[in-house]
């Protein structure tokens, strides 16, 4: 409680003061938008279930759209232009260094929402 974070200074948030790793996920959309927030605790929450170790706190930090180009054969099956959603976030957890080490990327990525 904020009793014992600020009178003791002893208690800790779970998820907090611990590894941090901040990553960039990129969305092929066919409409120009970004995630509302359902969908970002829905990327989050599929993010941090692929982590089992300590508690994990997931946060997305920006998303920026941007139009793909024409002529990069990313087309709808309607032959309009796609977009795609650079979604920068940082994962934490109350565990000291190492946390992150082993962890594969890959699988991270593929939380999709």
Do not use: H
Not at 92 to 109: K, M, N, R, Y
């Amino acid at each position: 409680s904020e009793v014992d974070l600020f009178i003791g200074g002893t208690a800790s948030i779970p998820g907090c003061g611990g590894s941090v790793l901040t990553l960039e996920q990129n969305f092929i959309v066919s409409e120009p938008r970004v995630m509302i927030p359902e969908e970002q605790k829905a990327f989050c929450d599929k993010v941090v279930a692929k982590i089992a170790q300590g508690n994990i706190r997931c946060f997305i930090l920006k998303q920026t759209l941007s139009e793909i180009p024409r002529d990069s054969r990313i087309l709808n099956e309607n032959g309009n232009v796609m977009f795609k959603i650079v979604v920068d976030y940082e994962i934490s957890s109350d565990l000291q260094s190492g946390v992150f080490e082993d962890l594969s990327i890959t699988a991270i990525s593929s939380a999709a929402f």
